[in-house]
């Protein structure tokens, strides 16, 4: 019975002795190497208790907070009011060009009688002068007889030079035609290329005399306002603009 007593005894002084740190590597919550063992042990701050209520009630609005060492994805901060409406304000984009005809000289003043009716702001235009239905060819003729017109064909032959024999117009046969042309331009263009490789003396000829009308061009003009430009009636055929040919 002494013996077991004994052996409590000693077995009680071992482990007091072991908790107080006497033996093996202390534990004890007030030695430094408990201190030492914790993470981070120098971010570890005593607050006063005002201090941690201010805390406490701060806590909500960090709790999303991301984590040390994590990469934060910035959330973009609601546009103001103010900004969102002006950006609804901003017109689309201007369209570059939009016409309307062609017109005749009467059909010309009613077209602009409209326009000016509409009383639009910032709302001008111009008119384009046109010829329309002409026919034009550039000629060469009339040869003064059948061996003079042998001869030019086949100089031109050997020259590359296409050709075709003008037909069923007797003033001007016999007699070559280089190309036939919708507009006075376009004729004297090719008649200028044509002199440019020899071929003289040439001229233009016109077949059927060509109509001048008259476009109505209105130029940057707001999306609103060519809304109601192609929605107008203009004559002869109560159509409204469009968008230029070639966008503007």
């Given amino acids: 019975m002494r013996l077991l007593v004994a052996f409590l005894v000693a077995a009680n002084v071992l482990v007091a ?12 919550e007030r030695e430094p190497e408990r201190l ?27 709790a999303s907070a991301p984590a040390r060492g994590t990469a934060a994805v910035p959330t973009p ?24 005809g062609p017109f005749a000289a009467g059909e010309l003043a009613t077209a602009e009688r409209i326009l000016r009716d509409l009383q639009a702001p ?14 034009f060819i ?3 003729g009339k040869f003064p007889d059948d061996a003079a017109f042998a001869k030019r064909k086949e100089e ?31 004729a004297e263009a090719a008649l200028e290329q044509l002199r440019n490789r020899g071929v003289k ?17 209105v130029e940057r003009v707001e999306p609103a306002l ?19 040919q070639g966008g503007g």
Wanted: proline residues 10%; positive net charge.
């Fill in 77 to 100: 901060a609601p546009a103001p009011a103010s900004a969102v409406a002006a950006a609804l304000s901003v017109p689309a984009e201007r369209v570059a060009c939009l016409e309307a």
């Fill in 138 to 140: 550039v000629y060469q």
């Fill in 226 to 244: 060519a809304q109601r430009l192609t929605q107008l009636a203009l004559p002869p055929l109560g159509v409204g603009f469009k968008v230029c």
């Fill in 122 to 135: 910032g709302l001008s235009w111009t008119p384009q002068k046109l010829e329309r239905g002409g026919t």
């Fill in 201 to 217: 003396p040439a001229r233009l000829v016109t077949i059927n005399t060509p109509v001048t009308v008259t476009m109505l061009r």
């Fill in 156 to 186: 031109l032959r050997r020259s590359q030079i296409p050709f075709d024999e003008v037909r069923n117009s007797p003033d001007l046969e016999p007699g070559l035609s280089f190309g036939r042309h919708e507009s006075r331009a376009a």
């Fill in 36 to 62: 030492n063992a914790q993470v981070n042990a120098h971010a570890v701050e005593l607050l006063s208790p005002t201090a941690a209520s201010a805390a406490a009630a701060a806590a909500p609005a960090t």
């Fill in 17 to 28: 002795a072991w908790a107080l740190g006497w033996i093996g590597p202390g534990q004890r």
